[in-house]
């Protein structure tokens, strides 16, 4: 499993010399990405290192459970009606039928929320600062660590595991 530590740099630049130490420190492409305002994203970082990371799985989750209770809720009210005739299958049948839409409507949803880095760090991104995300076990995160340090990145306050394999 992979773990997500974020740096913070002062510009565009200094997260190029960011990329470019933790290439050097042994770290693959696919592992490292960039988090800043908008405007600095649309211009200045090409689009496979930006993080392109959102809550779409998570949003399916929760989808899933309320459509899936909704479902639930609405086919056991169903039941106490008689002349609908509804039985127990009824009723789990259309717990299935909210739970499917329900996470469905909640990973097209989620795909717009902004990711976990984005939402912990936003002052830092309106400040104009560009984040340096990196992906890793823990080998190479303390190599990417150190290298990140020693050209004057600041670490931030995230170690989160990370579905990327």
């Known amino acids: ?23 050097q420190a042994g770290l693959s492409d696919d592992s490292i ?46 039941i106490s009606v008689p002349p609908l005739g509804l039985t127990l299958a009824g009723a ?7 739970a499917a839409v329900g996470g469905w409507v909640g990973m097209l949803t989620g795909t717009a929320e902004p990711s976990p880095v984005r939402r912990k760090f936003e002052a830092e991104i309106a400040a104009g ?17 150190a290298a990140l340090l020693a050209m004057g990145a600041t670490p931030l306050p995230f170690d989160a595991p990370t579905a990327i394999s």
Not at 1 to 23: G, P
Not at 92 to 98: D, L
């Open 92 to 98: 789990a049948a259309m717990a299935i039928a909210g």
């Open 129 to 145: 600062h560009v984040l340096v995300v990196v992906d890793g076990d823990g080998a190479t995160l303390a190599a990417a660590d």
């Open 33 to 78: 990405s960039l988090v800043a305002r908008r405007d600095i994203e649309n211009h200045q970082i090409p689009d496979d290192r930006q993080d392109a990371h959102d809550d779409f799985g998570r949003g399916g989750m929760k989808g899933m459970l309320a459509g899936g209770g909704s479902g639930l809720l609405v086919g056991l009210a169903a």
């Open 1 to 23: 499993m992979k773990t997500r530590h974020v740096f913070s740099t002062h510009d565009m630049d200094a997260a190029e010399s960011a990329v470019m130490a933790l290439r």
